[in-house]
């Protein structure tokens, strides 16, 4: 079964330097979100593309992260400057597009684990 | 903006014991649609089942069912017969959108003893 790709699996950084992660989704997928799951909590959604466009970002702390998915495809989430409280898993989910009584399921990579030192 | 509230934080049982997980969700919206992942140890999240608002029937798929009622705002998941390899964070998602805005709840962890 086809998967999202993630990378790193995990990543240590000290605070104040930039960190960028990568998300490649399921073939044919036009649907890209991040998620930001921090330890005992549920994923939080960051951002959702359709296709290269951004669907939502409201809850994007648009200050010190920035995301992109230029050619629709591919996808990178940068923090710069790291911080202390960004420390968690960073997943990538992505989906087929969905129809009115047929709502796709999200199918979620294994996640970037952050370490903000 | 929709909710989604697990209760249930922690939940032990006895492998072959029943468990039901409890979901209970706020929305405005009158179409809506919900999820139930499963995050194992390994840490990818797994699609389980989904439900639309608009189909309030409930069903049986091998171990695990689910009981959706609107009046209550409640999309409870049960496994039947649980085994040790059930054991996993459990997560209700809500989305109120066909744009698919997926929203969690917190999660509840279950642990399942031989």
């Known amino acids: 079964e086809a998967e999202v790709a993630q990378s790193p699996r995990y990543k240590i950084t000290e605070k104040s330097q930039a960190v960028a992660f990568w998300c490649d989704p399921i073939s044919g997928h036009a649907t890209l979100y991040w998620y930001r799951q921090i330890l005992g909590q549920g994923p939080e959604l960051l951002v959702q593309f359709q296709d290269e466009s951004v669907v939502d970002d409201s809850q994007l702390p648009k200050d010190r992260f920035s995301a992109e998915r230029l050619k629709g495809v591919d996808s990178t989430l940068k923090i710069q400057p790291a911080e202390l409280g960004d420390s968690a898993m960073y997943l990538c989910?992505?989906?087929?597009?969905?129809?009115?009584?047929?709502?796709?399921?999200?199918?979620f990579g294994n996640g970037t684990r952050l370490t903000v030192t | 903006a929709q909710k989604v509230t697990q209760a249930q934080t922690e939940i032990s049982v006895v492998e072959k014991e029943d468990v039901t997980l409890d979901c209970v969700y706020e929305t405005r919206d009158t179409t809506y649609y919900l999820f139930w992942y499963k995050q194992p140890p390994s840490g990818e999240l797994v699609f389980l089942i989904r439900?639309?608002?608009?189909?309030?029937q409930n069903e049986i798929s091998g171990r695990y069912s689910w009981n959706f009622q609107k009046s209550t705002s409640s999309f409870n998941f049960t496994i039947t017969a649980s085994q040790v390899v059930d054991s996993a964070v459990y997560f209700c998602a809500l989305s109120e959108s066909v744009y698919n805005d997926m929203r969690f709840g917190a999660g509840t962890r279950l642990t399942v003893k031989p």
């Open positions: 439900r639309n608002s608009f189909d309030e």
């Open positions: 989910a992505s989906s087929l597009v969905s129809v009115r009584d047929r709502v796709s399921p999200l199918h």
